[in-house]
């Protein structure tokens, strides 16, 4: 799966808005919306953030099915 997805499935499971995501990781929600809809591909630092926000193993957001 691409990570656009999977930050959204986490996001949408943890009952967490992106706003608050924006303010507890620290991205912006504007950048965060963009990868969740496929218009910017995160940094590895934008990842690292997100993932520690989420509370979440980066691995996680980088998971491929086969």
């Known amino acids: 799966m691409h990570i656009e997805i ?3 499935q986490i996001r949408a499971q943890k009952k967490m808005s992106i706003s608050k995501l924006a303010e507890k990781s620290g ?3 504007s950048h965060i ?3 969740e809809n496929h ?3 995160p940094s590895l ?3 690292v953030k997100l993932a520690k926000a989420l509370d ?3 691995t ?3 998971k491929v099915k086969w």
């Open 6 to 8: 999977l930050l959204k």
């Open 27 to 29: 991205v912006s929600r």
């Open 33 to 35: 919306s963009d990868i």
């Open 39 to 41: 218009f910017k591909c």
């Open 45 to 47: 630092l934008v990842v």
């Open 56 to 58: 979440v193993e980066v």
């Open 60 to 62: 996680e957001l980088y």
